[in-house]
């Protein structure tokens, strides 16, 4: 059995939690927390620890998975408990990527422990397409479009405008831009072309749907640059049509083969999730077996999805998947 | 530079040699063939030579690839080249994988070389994709259509007919099954309800079409579990209109998630290929560069796409890849 353990417990820390009961090889045996233990209710009846008695299960578990934040949780706590554990995390924010790896390679190899940051599809699945399409098609053209799926962050930063109660914002690829994709065309794509955004929002008493709807879609970065349409809806509504949280999205290569290139390819990966955070759990937990894996090989470092070979995600043997897979 | 050879010079050893102008690390140093070298004119300047000379290559060569065929070529072949360099094939009878993988593992590893098997798209991409899907998403269900695309077996077996002159056979997924699968709704398929035949065939003079047409759709293995098309044509249109060999197809993994299953996630990868063998050569050439550097590492062994880090396929460094691919 592989020992896992969680640090936090939201969307992320539950997925995992469910996950695990789908692979019969894993048993979860601990959440760590910051708050009171006590005060939280694990859906299973798995252990809930304080975070400040983490050191004592250095032995008792062979996998952390870091399920907190990329903003300030993760490139504090990735590193810090490397030292220990195995540890496994879903860190996003791409550029700050090459610091965080440094980071948590120096703490693993210090501790004899592998790393693996960054997983889960975007980055993670989606990476890996990505990679795999541009070693075989060396000469192309890369399309990654998102949705239609929740953006947290847009969501959140919806919430911020004054008089806005809550809110949903959907991120929508622009079917125009797909099918010109699909179609091998090589369109060049401004951000305005390849998504659009749809916005749920709830408003406080009192305030104004026109001044509302105007600062959504003029705030930089989030939405100035794209299409957006913006709905006001009671917030039944939003707790019966927009609780949960699809995602997805499409990896595209467009390349061309032959002497004189006269052939054209199209490789394509796409997800349609109903749940995003229970997907990148499940990526999560494919990992952790990896790692789990790697250092008993005695293997020792931060690694990410493009270092990892396939066969240490499944929990079938080697031949079993040569026979059944391959 | 990576040194490559190529022994056999049919569709796959000539997409070999054009894949590798693609790739600025590698050079093609020879075709090796079973025929006098002076018959065969490549289409680059390659040094062309017989098979019979190919021990004199040991030094002069880092990766071979092999571009024979998977029924009497190869099982031959990989194990013997296998002896004498670091060997990568296509391999695609896939029931008979587990003995072909030992065999060349008993002797790659007696030279200490690395050999990769079954490399390509299916075996090879489609394997990748069906292996990932399913570590991610242990419970569900795996669905794998081909084409629209050109069967060299099925064409090869209508030209057997007696009465045919010559004919392609296109192998087409049902659109009504396809989304089914794309809708989640996880239906039971048969043979004949998830892929159609489409057949030309040129007659030759006096042949009885009817005869010809029975025999076509009533043929065991190839044909009677399948819905199939005749069409009859002249040659010029043939030979206008069927003289590509495009291929392609579908992998979709379909799972639930959840405490109480009650997400359901699809994964879907799919290829669109104007040429089938210069798609599989383009797969090849990435995956010889995983033979050099695994073979650089001091490691051997016979491997399958599941046992090859991605990062292997690619010329870019593991920061680069980071940096512009994580």
């Given at each position: 059995m592989i020992r896992l353990g969680i640090l936090g417990y939201g969307n992320l820390?539950?997925?995992?939690?469910?996950?695990?009961?789908?692979?019969?090889?894993?048993?979860?045996?601990?959440?760590?927390?910051?708050?009171?233990?006590?005060?939280?209710?694990?859906?299973?009846?798995?252990?809930v620890v304080s975070v400040s008695e983490i050191e004592n299960w250095k032995d008792k578990i062979d996998v952390l998975i870091l399920c907190g934040g990329s903003a300030t949780d993760l490139p504090v706590q990735t590193p810090k408990y490397a030292k220990m554990f195995n540890v496994i995390d879903s860190f996003d924010t791409h550029a700050k990527i090459p610091e965080h790896f440094a980071n948590v390679d120096a703490s693993v190899k210090e501790a004899g422990k592998i790393g693996i940051i960054s997983v889960g599809w975007d980055p993670g699945m989606f990476s890996l397409n990505r990679m795999y399409a541009n070693a075989i098609l060396p000469e192309g053209n890369d399309y990654t479009f998102w949705g239609r799926g929740v953006s947290q962050g847009h969501s959140d930063a919806i919430r911020r405008v004054e008089g806005v109660l809550d809110a949903k914002q959907y991120t929508v690829p622009v079917e125009k831009a797909l099918n010109a994709v699909k179609n091998c065309e090589n369109p060049t794509l401004s951000t305005r072309e390849k998504h659009t955004r749809e916005c749920y929002v709830v408003l406080k008493e009192?305030?104004?749907?026109?001044?509302?709807?105007?600062?959504?879609?003029?705030?930089?970065?989030?939405?100035?640059?794209?299409?957006?349409?913006?709905?006001?809806?009671?917030?039944?509504?939003?707790?019966?049509?927009?609780?949960?949280?699809?995602?997805?999205?499409?990896?595209?290569?467009?390349?061309?083969?032959?002497?004189?290139?006269?052939?054209?390819?199209?490789i394509e990966y796409n997800l349609k999730l109903d749940s995003n955070p229970e997907?990148?759990?499940?990526?999560?937990?494919?990992?952790?077996?990896?790692?789990?894996?790697?250092?008993?090989?005695?293997?020792?470092?931060?690694?990410?999805?493009?270092d990892i070979a396939p066969a240490y995600l499944s929990p079938k043997s080697g031949e079993e998947l040569r026979k059944t897979m391959l």
């Open positions: 820390g539950r997925g995992v939690e469910a996950a695990v009961q789908q692979n019969p090889d894993m048993e979860l045996c601990a959440i760590f927390t910051r708050r009171a233990p006590e005060t939280l209710k694990p859906a299973t009846n798995v252990k009192g305030a104004d749907p026109k001044k509302v709807e105007e600062e959504i879609k003029n705030m930089p970065n989030y939405f100035s640059d794209y299409d957006t349409t913006v709905h006001f809806i009671s917030l039944d509504e939003l707790k019966q049509n927009h609780s949960k949280i699809p995602h997805g999205g499409f990896v595209f290569r467009t390349g061309k083969t032959g002497l004189n290139k006269e052939n054209s390819h199209i997907f990148t759990s499940s990526v999560l937990v494919a990992y952790a077996r990896a790692a789990y894996k790697l250092n008993k090989e005695g293997q020792t470092g931060c690694k990410t999805v493009f």
